[in-house]
């Protein structure tokens, strides 16, 4: 099955700094890259995701890239603030129908420092 | 996107009794499915809720320890059965509407004395 790596588990930066997790995944067939952003005590929300057709996508300060060949992804955070600390996780899927199970990383806890 | 509810929000159990969560949708969704998130852990999903069916289980858990119903396309249950401190976990559901984004519900924290 699939198996999803993340890094770095911690990751503190100053306000203001980017902030960039990586994740790397094995199935080649996955085609579905979503990323959740956990606070504490609250569900994960979806901050962003793409596909396989899609090298890159954008959204304000997140953007996310991906490398079908080299088989990871990214998740740039730019101009962090205090409020994007919290964990974030990305996610796998190969859409093979109507399932798409979601195989996740270990997840990486961001601090923005003031 | 879809409104998820679960209840309870949160237990204490005692060891050897079962607890069954409730996850409701207030629109049809295509897929509804259950993970466990560890303490300060990942999630891992248990189990694809299949409406009008049995449900499909990922590798390492069991119709026996965690059954579940979904009899319509807007609510579903998981159960915890035979209960021990190992499951102490936050259970969520999760829902996909017309394509393969999920959305979770707000957990189930669970705490087995």
């Known amino acids: 099955g699939e198996n999803v790596e993340q890094h770095p588990s911690t990751l503190s930066v100053q306000e203001g700094d980017s902030a960039v997790i990586k994740c790397t995944y094995s199935?080649?067939?996955?085609?579905?890259f979503p990323w959740y952003k956990q606070e504490l005590g609250k569900r994960p929300q979806l901050i962003i995701d793409?596909?396989?057709?899609?090298g890159e996508k954008k959204d304000q300060r997140i953007a996310v890239t991906l490398n079908k060949t080299a088989k990871h992804f990214s998740l740039h955070i730019t101009e962090t603030q205090p409020e994007d600390s919290a964990v974030y996780f990305c996610?796998?899927?190969?859409?093979?129908?109507?399932?798409?199970?979601?195989?996740f990383g270990t997840g990486t806890r961001l601090q923005v420092t003031l | 996107s879809a409104v998820i509810s679960q209840k309870p929000s949160r237990d204490i159990c005692q060891r050897g009794t079962s607890l069954t969560i409730q996850c409701q949708v207030d629109?049809?969704?295509?897929?509804m499915f259950w993970y466990r998130q560890q303490p300060g852990q990942s999630l891992t999903l248990i189990a694809t809720?299949?409406?009008?069916?049995?449900?499909?289980?990922e590798s390492g858990f069991v119709i026996d320890k965690f059954p579940i119903s979904r009899p319509n396309l807007t609510f579903s249950t998981l159960t915890v059965s035979n209960m021990s401190p190992e499951d102490s976990s936050i259970y969520l559901c999760?829902?996909?509407?017309?394509?393969?984004?999920?959305?979770f519900g707000p957990g189930t924290r669970l705490t087995v004395l």
């Open positions: 999760s829902v996909a509407e017309y394509t393969d984004t999920q959305y």
């Open positions: 199935d080649s067939a996955s085609n579905y």
């Open positions: 793409i596909r396989s057709n899609v």
């Open positions: 996610a796998a899927s190969a859409n093979t129908g109507t399932a798409s199970k979601l195989t």
């Open positions: 629109s049809q969704v295509t897929m």
């Open positions: 809720a299949n409406q009008g069916s049995e449900a499909t289980y």
